[in-house]
């Protein structure tokens, strides 16, 4: 995909700025499979793709910092070592990383910047993780804090945990900052252990369907199964087992409990427990390319976020039941946050068209409007280029 922000922003810089600014990016990521255990301390499987936030960047002498969202218009200036009380949404993701750099002791010194990107905004393709990983990276090169990638992995996060507000895991930073091309990452999200797993997709492709819709409930309804999950491990830990988080949980253990624990939370469980479990399942069918059983694992994976954790929404649901019966069609779920945003679609290459055809009449009768797709390639890590 050819972005026409990416040759602009230089221009853009230098109208504005003059200099020779540097150039970062970072890419938007997919998450095979393994929804909202992040936070649960358990098991994910994402990658980095060719969709990405860049920007040009160079430090400056003046008294005020300087950044410019050219996708939007907009500019924002502000004092890097006095951060402000009030700013655009889209430039607290920024400012976060800035907070969270000097909680560690290092000062982010005035710069001027502009960035853009090609992900999708409300996609549930991680624009906001893209944008505090790039500028995270930026910033370490730009001042040379000499930060590791796993430590600029938690500042982004800290970036979106504690001055964002809202209470993601870290999967979405880890795979922006980590990401590898043709490669998955398996990741721990409790140790940050992880391994990269080879994506040989054959003669499939990765195809993306945007719903086009983001329901007003993402981020509360997010906040709201942290506390759920949460409350279950309280209710077992009351019980004098030592959980740390719901990644200790067993399905026969839960099982013990349905009799006296509220119905919505034991189905907030059952999918957490679930979902850790077809995550290290389809790794191993990935590994010989088994896209068929891992598609079946991917179909489960929905209909969990579905009926126990409910953070579908009619309109992923349409996606994911229209492609089901297509041939070519391996495996298909909601993925992200939920209540709109994309479904991910493992499809043979020459079904894709036919696949498109039968969506866009199905969803355009039900919706009025064409669904987004995209055949999402795989990309590297945050890197200066």
């Given at each position: 995909m050819t972005h026409s922000g990416f040759s602009s922003i230089r221009?853009?810089?230098q109208e504005r700025f003059g200099g020779e600014p540097r150039l970062f990016q970072s890419p938007g990521r997919i998450n095979v499979i393994g929804e909202h255990t992040d936070y649960n301390g358990g098991y994910v499987l994402p990658a980095g793709i060719d969709l990405c936030c860049r920007v040009r960047i160079a430090p400056t002498k003046e008294a005020r910092s300087s950044?410019?969202?050219?996708?939007l218009g907009e500019t924002f200036e502000f004092e890097a070592t006095a951060l402000p009380d009030a700013c655009p949404p889209w430039a607290a993701y920024i400012l976060g990383v800035i907070h969270s750099m000097a909680h560690r002791g290092k000062s982010v010194g005035n710069f001027n910047a502009v960035f853009t990107a090609d992900i999708p905004i409300g996609a549930g393709l991680s624009s906001s993780?893209?944008?505090?990983?790039?500028?995270?990276c930026a910033f370490n090169e730009l001042f040379q804090f000499h930060f590791s990638n796993m430590e600029l992995t938690r500042i982004a996060q800290q970036a979106e945990n504690e001055y964002v507000g809202l209470?993601?895991?870290?999967?979405?930073?880890?795979?922006?900052?980590?990401?590898?091309?043709?490669?998955?990452?398996?990741?721990?999200?409790?140790?940050l252990d992880f391994h990269y797993v080879p994506l040989n997709m054959?003669?499939?492709?990765?195809?993306?369907l945007d719903?086009?819709?983001?329901?007003?409930?993402?981020?509360?309804?997010?906040?709201?199964?942290?506390?759920?999950?949460?409350?279950?491990?309280?209710?077992?830990?009351?019980?004098g087992h030592s959980l740390v988080s719901l990644?200790?949980?067993?399905?026969?253990?839960?099982?013990?409990?349905?009799?006296v624990l509220d119905p919505i939370l034991f189905a907030r469980a059952r999918h957490v427990v679930g979902e850790n479990q077809r995550v290290l399942d389809l790794k191993r069918l990935v590994r010989h390319a088994d896209w068929k059983s891992a598609g079946q694992l991917m179909y489960a994976s929905h209909q969990s976020l579905r009926n126990d954790y409910s953070v579908s929404c009619p309109e992923l649901d349409v996606l994911v039941e229209t492609v089901q019966p297509i041939n070519g069609v391996m495996g298909a779920r909601m993925m992200g946050g939920g209540f709109g945003g994309c479904t991910i679609n493992i499809v043979e290459q020459s079904h894709v068209d036919h696949l498109l055809e039968t969506v866009n009449t199905v969803y355009q009768?039900?919706?009025?409007?064409?669904?987004k797709s995209y055949i999402a390639h795989t990309g590297d890590g945050a890197c200066a280029i």
């Amino acid at each position: 995909m050819t972005h026409s922000g990416f040759s602009s922003i230089r221009t853009v810089f230098q109208e504005r700025f003059g200099g020779e600014p540097r150039l970062f990016q970072s890419p938007g990521r997919i998450n095979v499979i393994g929804e909202h255990t992040d936070y649960n301390g358990g098991y994910v499987l994402p990658a980095g793709i060719d969709l990405c936030c860049r920007v040009r960047i160079a430090p400056t002498k003046e008294a005020r910092s300087s950044l410019i969202a050219h996708d939007l218009g907009e500019t924002f200036e502000f004092e890097a070592t006095a951060l402000p009380d009030a700013c655009p949404p889209w430039a607290a993701y920024i400012l976060g990383v800035i907070h969270s750099m000097a909680h560690r002791g290092k000062s982010v010194g005035n710069f001027n910047a502009v960035f853009t990107a090609d992900i999708p905004i409300g996609a549930g393709l991680s624009s906001s993780a893209a944008l505090e990983s790039v500028f995270a990276c930026a910033f370490n090169e730009l001042f040379q804090f000499h930060f590791s990638n796993m430590e600029l992995t938690r500042i982004a996060q800290q970036a979106e945990n504690e001055y964002v507000g809202l209470q993601c895991g870290i999967m979405d930073m880890f795979a922006s900052i980590h990401a590898k091309k043709d490669q998955a990452l398996l990741l721990d999200c409790r140790s940050l252990d992880f391994h990269y797993v080879p994506l040989n997709m054959q003669q499939y492709v990765i195809l993306l369907l945007d719903t086009g819709i983001k329901h007003e409930l993402a981020s509360s309804e997010y906040n709201v199964r942290r506390q759920e999950c949460e409350a279950v491990v309280e209710h077992f830990n009351r019980l004098g087992h030592s959980l740390v988080s719901l990644r200790d949980l067993t399905l026969p253990l839960l099982k013990t409990q349905r009799p006296v624990l509220d119905p919505i939370l034991f189905a907030r469980a059952r999918h957490v427990v679930g979902e850790n479990q077809r995550v290290l399942d389809l790794k191993r069918l990935v590994r010989h390319a088994d896209w068929k059983s891992a598609g079946q694992l991917m179909y489960a994976s929905h209909q969990s976020l579905r009926n126990d954790y409910s953070v579908s929404c009619p309109e992923l649901d349409v996606l994911v039941e229209t492609v089901q019966p297509i041939n070519g069609v391996m495996g298909a779920r909601m993925m992200g946050g939920g209540f709109g945003g994309c479904t991910i679609n493992i499809v043979e290459q020459s079904h894709v068209d036919h696949l498109l055809e039968t969506v866009n009449t199905v969803y355009q009768s039900k919706y009025g409007i064409l669904p987004k797709s995209y055949i999402a390639h795989t990309g590297d890590g945050a890197c200066a280029i």
